[in-house]
T-cell receptor, first 114, second 112 residues
Framework: EPEVTQTPSHQVTQMGQEVILRCVPI?????FYWYRQILGQKVEFLVSFYNNEISEKSEIFDDQFSVERPDGSNFTLKIRSTKLEDSAMYFC????????????FGSGTRLTVV | LAKTTQPISMDSYEGQEVNITCSHN???????ITWYQQFPSQGPRFIIQ???TKVTNEVASLFIPADRKSSTLSLPRVSLSDTAVYYCLVGGPDTGRRALTFGSGTRLQVQP
């Protein structure tokens, strides 16, 4: 079964540092997403990406965040100047048709900001 | 997106059938109902989606009454590995291009 691959699985960074979370979506998928889940809380939408541009973003996705698809396979989330409250699991997801059938999520990157 | 309400938690034993009901009174005509499963420290996993009546796959069944104001996810003969959080989501066919809104879900604990 095709998978969405995320690296690293766990990242520890100091407050104020920049981090880049990496994702390899399923190869024939066209829509890409980032979600996050703070420990014990709900899964929250951050951003969706289609045709090399952001389709939608939440209030959480402020100027601190950016996404990029630097080549044909990777999809990255950059967090500039990390804050303690950015500590969370970050999930990448992709879908083929854009319908809410068949989103495939990755296993996540646990980001810990110290 | 229609608001959903589901129980916070449920307990069951191995081998039993588990039914998790979700209420979505404001479901729109073109909305679909989708269920996801999430294990600890993993991303949500798509289980099943339906529009009306009954849908069954190798993992679960989804029952949707005629008024579509609720739906029931049925897990036959659960095992310990079915312990997870189950989310009910409601949205139109284009929500894949927009945010999925997850609620708090139903935390299912399966005991031996």
């Amino acid at each position: 079964e095709p998978e969405v691959t995320q690296t690293p699985s766990h990242q520890v960074t100091q407050m104020g540092q920049e981090v880049i979370l990496r994702c390899v979506p399923i190869s024939n998928h066209l829509y890409f997403y980032w979600y996050r889940q703070i420990l014990g809380q709900k899964v929250e939408f951050l951003v969706s990406f289609y045709n090399n541009e952001i389709s939608e973003k939440s209030e959480i996705f402020d100027d601190q965040f950016s996404v990029e698809r630097p080549d044909g396979s990777n999809f990255t989330l950059k967090i500039r100047s990390t804050k303690l409250e950015d500590s969370a699991m970050y999930f990448c997801a992709s879908s083929e048709s854009g319908g809410n059938r068949g989103y495939t999520f990755g296993s996540g990157t646990r980001l810990t900001v110290v | 997106l229609a608001k959903t309400t589901q129980p916070i938690s449920m307990d069951s034993y191995e081998g039993q059938e588990v039914n998790i009901t979700c209420s979505h009174n404001n479901i729109a005509t073109n909305d679909y109902i989708t269920w996801y499963q999430q294990f600890p420290s993993q991303g949500p996993r798509f289980i099943i989606q339906g529009y009306k009546t009954k849908v069954t796959n190798e993992v679960a069944s989804l029952f949707i009454p005629a008024d579509r104001k609720s739906s029931t996810l049925s897990l036959p003969r659960v095992s310990l590995s079915d312990t997870a959080v189950y989310y009910c989501l409601v949205g139109g066919p284009d929500t894949g291009r927009r945010a999925l809104t997850f609620g708090s879900g139903t935390r299912l604990q399966v005991q031996p």
